[in-house]
């Protein structure tokens, strides 16, 4: 719903309590210009905040306008200026607005109702509305972004048992009527009445040349702003707070310097201290100086993306230099609105801090920025506000608080990007779609057979087959259109990535479902997994240096080193805009070398992750740095690569171990490396355990390297022993069901499991020695049973691997041994180490033990009696025990803490299907069902009878779950083979070829910068 009416001035005198977030200036100037419309109109404001008064009083002078200084939510609170520390945002929100809340509730509703409020307003305080509901006035929220969606990634990501946060937040959200939003929004599923408005930004005051004047600045100076936000690592808001100092003035003394800013150019830094020392080329703003006016004035900003820099840049086409920031989930919306309308510049965070700016300014300058919206969003929300509280109801139908919250958390969990789910979305909005730009559905039913005359048309296949791949033939007709979105900064550094005279190779990996075994993988279980239909495809070119066309940026780094030509890798993640990752990544290849020798693997560590926003590129660069050091390979060449994967992350699909084969199979083609399949999963194994710092097991590499289609990969895991490839019955089915629920073998769940399974390894151990030292003291007879278990106990108390326990001497001998959970210092007191090279213990933390522990003990029995099973007479019976199989397995899972509410419905809904007369009408059709993988979320396994009934009760499912969430689950079905099946294709552009004309970008108009 639009509202085109601006606010007017009003007879009646109504009061407006305003609420507004802990979490920065932003939120608070965007609230001063709306409190500003309603007291023009007539109306008193009490304005209830954390920030510091003079955001307000400077933007309003009114005796209608109220102060009242109370923090009720704290925002996220950063590690520094650019990073976000996720754990302690949970917490601190947990010690602000959790622990007190009763206290807080009583205190609000009481004081609404002292100022007799005729609205509550919130931007976008959660138990705001709480307060509102309980003291019987409504209320309305105005933001781009609430703070469900927000902790909903720190959740899985550094705090689960955090999780009843988000919970409370979204069904205190759920309370609200409805929701104003503002443009650069995020997706917000508790509210379900949306009314959209345009930007709210503050108005000039002078006109552009007036600031110039008043500058003392002629029109031929380039001016940039210097534009880092106005909060601190501990989120209080002080008006004495020096953000440029806590940019840049680092313990390690890193400063401005005049060689940062091209000639003929000005720096205007906001928020330098007094004692702050600037170059010639930069100068201090006043505290005085009003923001919005010397934006205006500006070519261009330099700074981290918020809602009001945003705005502003994009309303007084200021174009805006912009370095990522970590984990502000809002921060993608807010970015791809800007690059739509051509008003960003992303500029690589290293090169922020060596000076490297150049480039990306005169990148700024030459934009066009185009957005013609409105900018009137404070009027605009002024007068709906006003209205509502005249009585007027915006909402479309009034339903209570928990039938509105409809499961938010799911929508919330998994971040959801998908369009079109509930309301118009604009174009800024829409999520990358396929490498073509089009969805399958919008295809012409001859598209298959036309990509491939193109393909053929268009590149000379000197080695390697497609093998009838669609999205194999996809991708490769993609290489020719990459010029086709010229908006999106991921097509343009693509399009100059390639020299189409010189050769290409190209690789496949698909991702893969964890039928059986799941993470009992790092216990030495055997595994059945299946490669699935989607994967990964990666284009790899190798160059002289004198050949290779650089990036801006990167040849800037490289004339500043002396100008010589050096080896580079240049990389492109194609399809990553609306997420966290840079598109773009690039590094000398000189960087892996320090001081003559090879980076250690801990230092590539803190390499990549020195910047998380491109952190991703360890699963590819990572692929060279093991190469190097395991095989002693040597890269003199520069590489570009192209990285496209239909594998959705966060799913339990194994999307990192599909870039890590694919990747290392690409440089390995490149480079005449004849690496067996299993060689390299294993090689990939390290790129995730010791440079990306994930401590997965080797299953999902091994099933991408070495799965063949339509079948079971049968390994034992001690460490990677494929012992066959098992046929799936053609009566039996297996599918995946998407929870939506992101997932992350990196998050604190499948770590603490991990570790409390190491610990239970090493009690069991420990009790093993134990029982043999106190049978060797007492002596032996010569009965034979106690040789017998004096054999067995020399072997448990050296275990490799938990899964060689069986199962019947687990519970004999250990089980009544193993605690429930154990702190970390106490099992460090006792035990000294856990013996798990990828993890690490934190001594104040507890450890659940028993469960993870016997889990992979039964989880192995289980597998091996599953692929027993496979190979048996086909029957019910036969279908009834793999699912009753997949069944213990799921609740296993959950009893060690890696279980999620959204698995756990999909898995109940397989059983209601299964258990409905039609099911049983039909001689059973689906059978069973299973988180898979890490755990904590992503896809849920389902097998059953193969038939057309079993796929319209997968449809009916996914149905019934859209229906019950709000979110249409992806369904996995098909297979394809491993990268090893593949191997690759060397592919050559054809010299006048249908797609010469199109392909003819330079190498300027195709930098991403």
């Known amino acids: 719903m639009r509202i085109e009416e601006a606010v007017s001035a009003s007879s ?86 959790v622990k007190p809340r009763a206290e807080i509730l009583a205190q609000e509703t009481e004081w609404l109702n002292s100022i007799k409020a005729d609205l509550v307003v919130s931007d976008v305080v959660p138990v705001a509305c709480r307060a509102a509901a309980d003291a019987g006035i409504r209320s309305v929220c105005v933001t781009n972004f609430s703070w469900d969606f927000i902790y909903a990634e720190y959740v899985m990501a550094a705090g689960i048992h955090h999780r009843s946060i988000v919970w409370q937040i979204a069904e205190d959200y759920s309370h609200c009527e409805f929701l104003i939003r503002l443009p650069g929004y995020c997706p917000m599923p508790a509210f379900r009445d949306v009314i959209d408005v345009p930007l709210v930004v503050r108005r000039l005051h002078k006109s552009p040349k007036e600031v110039r004047e008043d500058l003392g600045v002629a029109d031929d100076v380039k001016l940039v702003i210097l534009n880092f936000g106005g909060q601190n690592h501990a989120h209080h808001l002080t008006s004495d707070f020096c953000l440029y100092d806590f940019v840049f003035l680092q313990p390690g003394g890193w400063q401005l310097k005049e060689e940062f800013l091209p000639p003929g150019w000005l720096g205007l830094v906001c928020g330098a201290s007094e004692s702050t020392n600037l170059p010639p080329n930069f100068r201090k703003l006043d505290k005085e100086a009003y923001t919005p006016d010397i934006i205006a004035a500006c070519d261009c900003m330099l700074g981290k993306i918020g809602y009001g820099t945003a705005s502003e840049a994009l309303a007084y086409k200021c174009p805006f230099v912009f370095v990522r920031r970590d984990y502000f989930n809002e ?59 005249f009585g007027k109801n915006y909402a479309s139908d009034k339903l209570s608080g928990a039938r509105r919250l409809r499961d938010a958390i799911i929508l919330g969990y998994q971040l959801q990007r998908a369009t079109g789910r509930d309301v118009a979305i604009p174009e800024w909005y829409v999520n990358a779609e396929s490498q073509l730009g089009r969805r399958p559905s919008d295809r012409p039913a001859d598209f298959e057979s036309a990509l491939v005359e193109s393909v053929i048309d268009d590149f000379e296949i000197l080695h390697g087959n497609v093998q009838g791949f669609p999205d194999t033939v996809a991708f490769l007709h993609s290489l020719t259109e990459l010029h086709a979105n010229p908006k999106r900064r991921e097509s343009r550094a693509a399009a100059s990535l390639f020299n189409w005279e010189e050769e290409i190779y190209v690789t496949r990996a698909p991702g893969r479902l964890d039928v059986m075994g799941g993470i009992a993988d790092y216990s030495g279980s055997l595994v059945l997994q299946m490669p699935i239909k989607e994967a990964c495809h990666v284009a790899l070119q190798r160059l002289h240096p004198s050949r290779h066309k650089l990036w801006k940026h990167a040849a800037a780094r490289q004339n500043d080193k002396g100008g010589e030509a050096t080896a580079v890798l240049q990389i492109v993640s194609y399809g990553s805009e609306l997420g966290y990752r840079s ?172 570790i409390g399974t190491f610990m239970g390894l090493k009690m069991i151990k420990s009790k093993a020695s134990d029982e043999l030292s106190d049978m060797q003291t007492n002596g032996l007879n010569n009965d034979e049973v106690e040789q017998d278990d004096l054999e067995l106990l020399k072997q448990e108390a050296s275990l490799d691997y938990l899964c060689n326990l069986p199962p019947h001497r687990f519970e004999a001998l250990y ?26 213990i934190d001594d104040k933390r507890t450890y659940g033990v028993r469960f993870p522990t016997m889990h992979p003990i039964y989880e192995n029995f289980r597998v ?56 049983k009408a039909e001689d059973t059709t689906l059978c069973g069902a299973k988180i898979t993988g890490g755990g904590s979320g992503g896809t849920v396994c389902v097998i059953g009878r193969n038939c057309l009934k079993s796929g319209e009760q997968i449809i009916e499912i996914q149905q019934r779950y859209k229906k019950q969430t709000g979110y249409l689950p992806f369904i996995f079905e098909g297979s394809s083979p491993g990268s090893g099946k593949f191997g690759y294709l060397k592919i050559r552009h054809r010299t006048g070829s249908r797609s010469d004309v199109r392909m003819g970008y330079t190498s300027d108009e195709g930098s991403p910068i």
């Open 12 to 97: 009646k005198h109504l009061v407006f309590a305003y609420y507004v977030t802990g979490h920065g200036f932003g939120h608070a100037t965007r609230v001063a210009e709306v409190v500003r419309q309603l007291i023009l109109a007539g109306h008193d404001v009490h304005v209830v905040t954390g920030a510091p008064a003079f955001v307000f009083t400077s933007a309003v002078d009114s005796p209608r306008l109220f102060i009242r200084k109370v923090l009720l939510d704290c925002g996220a609170v950063q590690a520094d200026a650019l990073t976000v520390d996720r754990l302690a945002s949970l917490e601190k929100y947990s010690e602000t607005a």
């Open 331 to 389: 921060e993608p919306f807010l970015r791809n609105m800007l690059e739509f309308y051509q008003c960003g510049v992303e500029m690589i965070r290293r090169d922020l801090l060596t000076g490297h700016w150049r480039p990306y300014l005169e990148r700024a300058v030459s934009l066009n920025p185009c957005y013609e919206g409105g900018i009137n969003g404070a009027e605009m929300a002024a007068h709906i506000l006003q209205e509502t509280a």
């Open 583 to 754: 598109p773009t990544f690039d590094m000398d290849l000189s960087d892996f070398m320090e001081d003559g020798k090879l980076m250690s693997y801990e230092r590539a560590r803190k390499y990549f992750a020195q910047d998380p926003s491109q952190k991703w590129a360890a699963y590819v660069a990572g692929a060279i740095l093991v190469l190097m050091t395991e095989m002693g390979v040597r890269f003199n060449d520069s590489i570009t690569m192209m990285i496209s994967s239909a594998v959705p992350e966060g799913k339990g699909v194994s999307s990192s171990a599909s870039v890590e084969v694919a990747s290392m199979s690409a440089i390995a083609a490149a480079h005449g490396l004849n690496i067996d399949p299993r060689d390299l999963a294993i090689l990939c194994q390290k790129v995730e355990n010791h440079i990306v710092g994930a401590p997965c097991g080797v299953m999902d590499q091994m099933t991408s390297a070495c799965g063949e289609a339509n079948k079971l990969l049968a390994m034992i895991c001690q460490p990677a022993e494929i012992v066959g490839l098992v046929e799936i019955p053609n009566h039996i089915r297996v599918w995946g069901i998407d929870s939506g629920i992101r997932h992350s073998i990196g998050g604190a769940d499948y770590g603490s499991v991990r």
């Open 815 to 840: 089980a009544k041994q193993i605690p429930n959970s154990i702190i970390g210092q106490s099992f460090l007191d006792t035990y000294k180490n856990h013996n798990d090279p990828v993890t690490t």
């Open 864 to 919: 091996k009696t599953f692929k027993s099973l496979l190979t048996s007479t086909a029957s019910t019976d036969q279908l009834t025990a793999l699912g009753e199989l997949l069944y213990q397995c799921h609740y296993s899972y959950s009893a060690c803490g890696l279980g999620s509410d959204a698995t756990d419905r999909l898995v109940h809904l397989v059983q209601e299907v299964q258990h409905s007369a039609a099911s």
